[in-house]
């Protein structure tokens, strides 16, 4: 079955720890999202890539990182500059730069940090 | 920058239709789709608009005015599992790059 893996569900950290989220697909999409969502909030983008080797920067990108060094995986790092890190965090991604209207969504990790 | 404007809670009977809203401001529109996310879980995509009118999709239909910057999801014979969060989503091109822009979303409580 195709669909998107995010691991692990629930993630707890120190802060000050850089912490790594893992997203993988096996779609065959080119492109993929990080999210973030905060209780009753909306989604909000952290990164997005179109295709492999490039990704941009979304609404809050601010302490985090990405790579996109293959085109199943795009890996979010939450640095200990992000100053309020605790989120449900979403991975999705679309077909194409084009398809970005309808995007399949991972389970999400939940990262709490103390 | 874009912004995105629905009502935070709806509640509405099970058997019942239930329309809620979305106005948007941004440059470069393409288009407006909508997503469910129940409590806990991944949203997961309903419906998108490019053009102006009414999409129907079994029980769920999605309209767009371009010229009022507003759409809106129709849910039709509510059930108790349409309990979740809706949101909507504005598809548009900042700097040569596609990307979405979701709402804060709209809580909708289905009551027997």
């Known amino acids: 079955d195709g669909g998107i893996t995010q691991s692990p569900k629930y993630l707890f950290r120190k802060e000050g720890q850089n912490v790594t989220l893992s997203c993988e697909q096996n779609?065959?999409?080119?492109?993929m999202y990080w999210y973030r969502q905060d209780p009753g909030q909306g989604l909000r983008l952290i990164y997005y890539?179109?295709?492999?080797?490039?990704?941009q920067k979304g609404d809050i990108a601010e302490g985090y990182s990405v790579s996109r060094e293959k085109k199943e995986s795009f890996p979010l790092t939450v640095t200990s500059a992000q100053k309020n890190p605790t989120a449900f965090y979403l991975c999705a991604s679309s077909i194409s730069r084009d398809t970005t209207y309808e995007q399949y969504f991972g389970p999400g990790t939940r990262l709490t940090v103390t | 920058g874009q912004s995105l404007e629905q009502p935070s809670e709806v509640t509405a009977v099970e058997g019942a239709i239930v329309q809620i809203n979305c106005t948007y401001q941004?440059?470069?529109?393409?288009?407006l789709s909508w997503y469910q996310q129940h409590d806990g879980g991944a949203p997961t995509f309903l419906s998108y608009?490019?053009?102006?009118g009414l999409e129907e999709t079994g029980r769920f239909s999605s309209f767009l005015s371009r010229s009022d910057s507003y759409g809106y999801l129709l849910l039709q014979e509510l059930q108790m599992k349409d309990s979740a969060s809706y949101f909507c989503?504005?598809?548009?091109?900042?700097?040569?790059?596609?990307?979405?822009?979701f709402g804060i979303g709209t809580k909708l409580q289905v009551i027997p």
């Open positions: 608009n490019a053009l102006d």
């Open positions: 989503a504005v598809r548009d091109q900042s700097g040569g790059y596609q990307k979405v822009t």
């Open positions: 890539s179109q295709i492999v080797n490039d990704f």
């Open positions: 941004t440059s470069g529109f393409y288009g």
């Open positions: 779609l065959n999409h080119d492109a």
